[in-house]
């Protein structure tokens, strides 16, 4: 791709570029600034489209007592018990725990902010049910 042909087509990066290689007019590799891609917005438009689905499913679920809103936040950042468990320091045991909405609303305080900066939102966020226009 030369470089004057790096798309721009912004989307998903909130005014944010990524770094694309592009050859100059010597032939030489240059990082220019990208915007975004519509392919790529296209395919984010996709996964986007089976994450809402699956939270919306999940707080189908928090509505019925049947798990908590930590699993619905994990599913909207993209992250694996697993992963949430590395982010916590919290055993993937103890989170499968706190999936049952008794004992997630039992968590104290310090448990609870652990959580919520794992998950780049506030603890009144986690622990409130959402307002969606899903």
Not at 113 to 118: G, N, P
Request: glycine share 4%; net charge negative; hydrophobic share 35%.
């Amino acid at each position: 791709m030369k470089v004057g042909d790096v798309p721009q087509d912004s989307k998903y990066l909130n005014g944010n570029s990524e770094i694309n290689y592009a050859v100059d007019d010597n032939g030489r590799y240059q990082q220019i600034a990208s915007t975004g891609w519509s392919v790529k917005n296209d395919a984010l438009d996709f996964v986007m489209d089976d994450i809402n689905e699956e939270c919306a499913e999940i707080l189908e679920r928090v509505k019925l007592g049947e798990t908590s809103l930590l699993e619905y936040y994990a599913a909207k950042n993209v992250m694996s018990l697993e992963l949430l468990s590395r982010y916590t320091g919290i055993s993937l045991r103890k989170i499968r725990q706190h999936l049952d909405p008794h004992k997630f609303a039992e968590l104290d305080e310090s448990v609870l902010l652990k959580y919520a900066d794992a998950l780049r939102i506030s603890v009144d966020e986690l622990t409130t049910f959402p307002q969606t226009d899903q």
